[in-house]
């Protein structure tokens, strides 16, 4: 793979975003207070092994001095925007050999996290087992259900015996409601409709 140093503005960006995330805990809610001096050692070591990454694929020697770009001190980065730029910025550093055991690779892995905790809804999401999905109710399941409410005497009977009264069932009525709503939408709707109306008739239900 290909991988070049990343520009300085790039860095600078990076550098005070994990200044924050690793005292974020300690600063009040929408206060920013950055440290210029820690941000610049942040950028100085992301710099550093990103060259070292240059050079180990290309077997080269450059050098580069980092110069920290101050007007990121105030920005407060878009979670999503900041991850994807992490992500460029491992790609380009990981070609290092200490890259698994770098502060640069333990500082990306942190501000992602914090970054991931800053996604709307990560709060309000449920502490364990993630609620199960509604799934939406299709036309066929209904008229499924409402067959075999209408003819409990199938029930514990084998799925292929079932499924063949169905398919029996739907067909000698489905024919006159295709005749008039066409096969679409109308017809379905129509159809179960229809087949609701049946199993009040044969359940004895009253609507």
């Given amino acids: 793979m290909s991988c070049f140093v990343c520009d300085l503005d790039h860095l600078s960006a990076l550098a005070y975003a994990i200044e924050r995330a690793q005292r974020r805990?300690?600063?009040?809610?929408g206060v920013f207070d950055p440290d210029h001096k820690r941000a610049y050692e942040i950028g100085r070591e992301l710099l550093c092994e990103?060259?070292?990454?240059?050079?180990?694929?290309?077997?080269?020697?450059d050098h580069e001095e980092f110069v920290l770009d101050e007007s990121w001190a105030r920005c407060e980065l878009d979670p999503v925007a900041l991850m994807k730029s992490v992500h460029c910025y491992e790609y380009q550093a990981c070609e290092a050999s200490d890259w698994d055991s770098s502060l640069a690779k333990e500082w990306c892995d942190a501000v992602c996290r914090d970054a991931m905790r800053r996604l709307p809804g990560y709060e309000d999401a449920n502490w364990g087992a993630p609620p199960r999905p509604v799934q939406p109710k299709q036309p066929g399941n209904?008229?499924?259900a409402l067959f075999l409410k209408a003819h409990p005497d199938l029930a514990g009977a084998r799925r292929g015996v079932v499924n063949a009264h169905y398919m029996g069932w739907i067909s000698s009525?489905?024919?006159?409601?295709k005749a008039i709503h066409g096969n679409g939408p109308l017809y379905q709707?129509?159809?179960?409709?229809?087949?609701?109306e049946e199993v009040r008739g044969e359940t004895g239900e009253k609507g």
């Fill in 25 to 29: 805990p300690r600063l009040p809610k």
């Fill in 142 to 144: 209904e008229r499924f």
């Fill in 50 to 61: 990103n060259l070292l990454s240059v050079n180990t694929r290309y077997n080269s020697s």
């Fill in 173 to 177: 009525h489905v024919s006159r409601f």
């Fill in 189 to 196: 709707a129509a159809f179960t409709a229809w087949l609701r």
